[in-house]
Nanobody
C-alpha cells in the first residue's frame, strides 16, 4: 500500500486548506485512515481518524470543531479539511492506515501499518 498526501502550503491565520491522501494497492475501503502531524524536533501528534466506512470519526481536542476528516472509498482517498487555521497548526501532516478498520479507544496508540510521505502546512500570523 502506498499513501500519497498532498495539498499542503502556506496560508494566513484564519484560512482553510484541504489535504487529500490518495491510496494505491491494498484494500483501502477496509482500513481506518488517520492524520497525524509533526513539528520538527517534536513528537508526532494524532490529529484525526475515520473508520473504514466513514461512520466513526475522532479528533484531537486541539482541532475539534475546526478540522473535518472524511473519505471517499471509490476514489481511495481520505481528506482533512482544515478551517480557522492557527499558527500552531503549522506542521508536516502525515496520513496513515490502520488495517484493523474499526475505531475506538485511543487512536494515538494504534499500530498504523502504512504511512504517507507528509505534506507541509505553514500558517502565518
Amino acid at each position: 500500500v502506498q499513501l500519497q498526501a498532498s495539498g499542503g502550503g502556506w496560508v494566513q491565520a484564519g484560512g482553510s486548506l484541504r489535504l487529500p491522501c490518495a491510496a494505491s494497492g491494498g484494500t483501502f475501503s477496509s482500513y481506518a485512515m488517520a492524520w497525524f502531524r509533526q513539528v520538527p524536533g517534536q513528537e508526532r501528534e494524532f490529529v484525526a481518524i475515520v473508520s473504514w466506512n466513514g461512520g466513526v470519526t475522532l479528533y484531537a481536542d486541539s482541532v475539534k470543531g475546526r478540522f473535518t476528516i472524511s473519505r471517499d472509498n471509490a476514489k481511495k482517498t481520505v481528506y482533512l479539511d482544515m478551517n480557522s487555521l492557527k499558527p500552531e497548526d503549522t506542521a508536516i501532516y502525515y496520513c496513515a492506515a490502520d488495517t484493523y478498520g474499526v475505531v475506538g479507544g485511543d487512536p494515538s496508540t494504534y499500530e498504523y501499518e502504512y504511512w504517507g510521505q507528509g505534506t507541509l502546512v505553514t500558517v502565518s500570523s
